[in-house]
């Protein structure tokens, strides 16, 4: 019913419109954006057939937004370090090349936080993103600026990343769908600071979009040949998923106690399952849990496997240069002189803490095993576990700083490698975005992106800012 060039360019305006506001998009590509649409349009009038081109192209015309920290061809790709400004990329990135080669088309790449390694998308290269749904709040980390561009409708979907929450806190915290697929099925190639040694068990690529259909879609064209791996043509039969859940981590020391309205929203989701598909939803206290932070701490600090070191945050902030000493750099962001954030120095102040106890951090990986081990066994092949996707809702800007830990919500399930979908429950009191992850057991993606199609049905997904 419309032209290629008019999707396009109804989203560059969209992005026009709003973007000084919430500052999303930190480079655009909109000329070639809309020379891309002409080609579709020609494509289209030539009239191959459109199950042939639904086949070979299943995102064809779709305008798509990525995280600057994937290389996009002729994009920034600094990550949000200032020593990389003048770094442009000269390949896409497997996962953005695949997208591509499905048809779709980049507008531009988004803000993150400097090194992808905080849950506020801030920076010393392009500033700050703002969540739509309140100016003053943040948009998460880090792939914050794709969460704010989507939920702002600048966007259809976006590609983003995730080593502890960067997919699934930017989602909550703007009201839209992100997956974080079971452990190496998606490539990580082509972002940076890509992950090594252990590390590379923890970080996942995955899709991130306002409406729950779109996940499985994208997930198939990323994951590649990969996505055999996964049993996305199973038919999934909701009322024999076996549905488990938890209110809050036990209690951490380390971590806020969950807001009263996040508890209702998950009582709700809780009360409808049992209502309307008559399942019985398991209450669960899995112990380990509350240790959420310190493990995925020391996992992500431990060695693999080949016996080799995790890169330190301090090497990837001087990035081939010399070496960043935190102590100094927080001397100089006292007095404005820092190129570097607080959350970064900060960060790497406590790597330096973390390295001190290294009896402490072998006791707390064995212990992440063993709950790894205890969640595939209690989810099995048909479980769900639903579970807070962060203790409040979108916080004002830089109040992170003062709760730093309570990523762990999401980090977590990183370091245990199960698939998670972030699924939107509607809007606070306040008019902030609810929402809650749900979990399964490894390779079973399929059942909780169904969940997420069946949750959007019945709480009305994204829910557009404007109507605030």
């Known amino acids: 019913q419309v032209t290629c060039v008019e999707v396009v360019e109804a989203y560059v305006e969209r992005i026009k419109e709003v973007n000084a506001l919430i500052n999303a998009v930190v480079k655009d590509r909109f000329e070639e954006a809309l020379q891309e649409a002409r080609q579709v349009d020609k494509l289209l009038s030539e009239g191959p057939g ?21 290389s996009l061809h002729g994009m920034p790709n600094t990550s949000g370090l200032v020593n990389r400004r003048n770094v442009i990329a000269t390949s896409d990135a497997t996962v953005v090349s695949r997208l591509k080669q499905a048809g779709a088309i980049p507008l531009g790449v988004t803000n993150c936080s400097e090194l992808c390694m905080w849950y506020e998308s801030s920076n010393r290269v392009y500033g700050r993103t703002n969540n739509p749904y309140d100016l003053q709040r943040i948009v998460g980390g880090s792939s914050g600026g794709e969460g704010g561009v989507l939920a702002a409708a600048c966007s259809v979907i976006g590609v983003g990343s995730d080593i502890g929450g960067s997919i699934r806190i930017p989602a909550f915290f703007n009201g839209v769908f992100g997956h974080k697929p079971t452990t190496g099925v998606v490539p990580n190639d082509g972002q940076f600071p890509n992950a090594r040694g252990v590390r590379t068990s923890f970080l996942c690529t995955g899709p991130m979009c306002r409406y729950a259909e779109d996940l499985e879609l994208m997930l198939r064209v990323m994951a590649g040949p990969g996505v055999s791996r996964l049993k996305l043509n199973e038919k999934v039969s909701l009322e024999k998923i076996k549905f488990h859940c938890m209110d809050h981590d036990g209690g951490s020391i380390f971590v806020s106690p969950v807001d009263k309205e996040i508890l209702q929203a998950q009582k709700k989701v809780v009360e409808h399952l049992e209502g309307k598909l008559g399942v019985q939803v398991q209450r669960v206290a899995i112990h380990k849990m509350k240790y959420s932070f310190q493990i995925w701490s020391a996992m992500m600090s431990s060695k693999d ?17 010399s070496p960043v000493w935190p102590l100094w750099e927080l001397m100089k962001w006292l007095v404005g002189m820092s190129s570097h954030t607080l959350p970064a120095i900060a ?52 109040s992170p700083i003062c709760m730093p830990f309570n990523f762990a919500y999401t980090a977590i399930f990183n370091v245990l490698g199960l698939p998670v979908t972030q699924c939107p429950l509607g809007l606070s009191s306040e008019g902030l975005p609810l929402g809650i992850q749900l979990v399964a057991a490894s390779y079973n993606d399929h059942l ?21």
């Open 305 to 321: 496997s080949d016996g080799q070191e995790a890169q330190l945050f301090t090497d990837l902030l001087g990035d081939h240069g």
């Open 448 to 468: 909780t992106l169904a969940v997420a199609r069946y949750l959007e049905k019945a709480f009305g997904g994204w829910v557009s800012p404007g109507k605030v």
């Open 347 to 398: 960060l790497g102040l406590t790597e330096k803490l973390v390295k001190l106890s290294p009896g402490g951090n072998a006791k707390l990986v064995s212990m992440g095993k063993s709950l790894q081990e205890e969640m595939e066994a209690l989810l099995g092949p048909d479980g769900v576990l639903l579970y807070p996707s962060h203790p409040t809702v979108a916080p004002r800007h830089h």
């Open 50 to 70: 459109d199950d042939y081109l639904e086949e070979k192209f299943p995102l064809l015309g779709v305008p798509i937004t990525v995280k600057e920290a994937f």
